[in-house]
């Protein structure tokens, strides 16, 4: 008789605990509800100096969109994904994600696009390129540190101002050293940082064979006949460098 009830009430009590846990969710749920968003963190993910969106760009964003702001709002009465979208709606971000913790405060998550290189046409708006060639308008962001292109590109020649741009950010010794990128007849060519030089790239082949080229010509070359010595530095023909 005993090994028949033991069997029942153990069943009996997983069920019992089931329902009490229900239970305190849903009571934790309403309270959560009534409860004031009491604080507004917001955090971007971005390389450093490439942040086009800052916390006070999206504080005064969100000032705008609701009048009075967030905090001290219940949290009833906050759509999270009312502002995901309003949040994914601008240029540079790419994804948002809000929701609210335990103490009540509203977190923020943003994923900003990586802005690559930044077009500064006379005959258009100034814009930012990031992955697969989104334009950023460069207007109502921060300014972020990239490659200017500040000649009028065709839309063939800015796919390979893309290309180069995409090659620069992933190379940490070229990316740190180019301060422009522009066509002068049909090649593409990088203005450095440092020193009064000209590197020309020439077209979008082979672009990691010659940073390769440029690197080892900087570390091995100049450092020994001095920095100053060659004034262009051409890398478009294959196996070898021009210096002038």
Not at 87 to 93: C, D, F, K, R, T
Not at 193 to 202: A, L, R, S
């Amino acid at each position: 008789m005993a090994s028949k009830i033991f069997p029942y009430l153990r069943k009996s009590l997983y069920v019992l605990s089931i329902l009490i846990l229900l239970v305190i969710l849903y009571i934790f749920h309403k309270n959560q509800q009534n409860q004031i968003c009491t604080f507004v963190e917001i955090k971007i993910e971005a390389p450093a100096q490439k942040e086009l969106i800052t916390q006070e760009i999206i504080k005064n964003k969100l000032d705008k969109w609701y009048i009075g702001g967030l905090s001290g709002v219940p949290q009833n009465s906050i759509s999270l994904l009312d502002i995901e979208k309003k949040l994914e709606q601008i240029p540079a971000v790419k994804d948002a994600e809000v929701s609210f913790d335990l103490k009540g405060e509203l977190i923020i998550d943003i994923c900003q696009h990586i802005p690559l290189v930044r077009i500064m046409s006379p005959k258009t708006a100034s814009y930012y390129l990031a992955e697969n060639l989104l334009k950023i308008p460069s207007k109502d962001v921060d300014i972020a540190r990239v490659p200017v292109v500040n000649d009028y590109c065709s839309p063939e020649m800015i796919k390979k101002v893309y290309t180069l741009s995409t090659y620069v950010y992933e190379n940490a010794f070229i990316d740190a050293m180019t301060e422009q990128i522009f066509v002068e007849n049909g090649d593409l060519t990088i203005i450095p940082k440092i020193n009064n030089q000209i590197i020309v790239i020439g077209d979008t082949n082979n672009i990691p064979e010659k940073f390769e080229k440029l690197t080892d010509f900087y570390v091995d070359g100049l450092n020994h006949v001095g920095w100053n010595k060659y004034q262009i530095i051409n890398l478009k023909y294959k196996n070898q460098i021009v210096c002038k």
